[in-house]
């Protein structure tokens, strides 16, 4: 059993802050700390499996093919890794990532 | 691509709310919120897998065979489903569920 602290993870200004939480087997979790302005632009890997990502604190975007949707605490969204997708930070935000199965 | 609102999602006076929020092949993902004083107690299900469990709002406590420790948002507990875990509610509390594979 492993116990994480997220909202101790720091910003940096030149760009995300990215912290892996947990690896296995299962599954791979990431913390994303992005300061205003930063963001991950659409992308897409070519594997099978999917992604979670729910915002913990802050605001910002959801990014697809069909354009932006804002995106607040406790919003996720849920897609293959295989779709494209992105986020954006208005504020500072703290976003939450589980992909299963790992890569 | 699906995107939930969680925080939209109620709490009940006589149990914990729960929502499943995404079911696949990869991953099971869900919503417990607990009314102050909810909880679920120390159990475990004898299957393969993790599960990871973060505080989105309100402040609890994370139970395990050791006791409990104090979770507020951010907090993130990761353990094999099979280990003996559980969540107590201080106050108010929403709790994302993430299982993989799902059971």
Partial sequence: ??????????????????????ESEFVKVLNFNFKAGQGLPLHSHNIEGELVLTILEGQGEFLSTDGKVPAKPGDTLICPIATRHGVGAVTDLRVLVTIAPPI
Same sequence: chains 1, 2.
């Avoid at 993870?9 to 947990?22: E, G, L, W």
């Fill in 1 to 22: 059993m492993k116990i994480a602290h997220l909202f101790e993870n720091a910003f940096k200004d030149n760009a995300p802050s990215i912290t892996v939480v947990h």
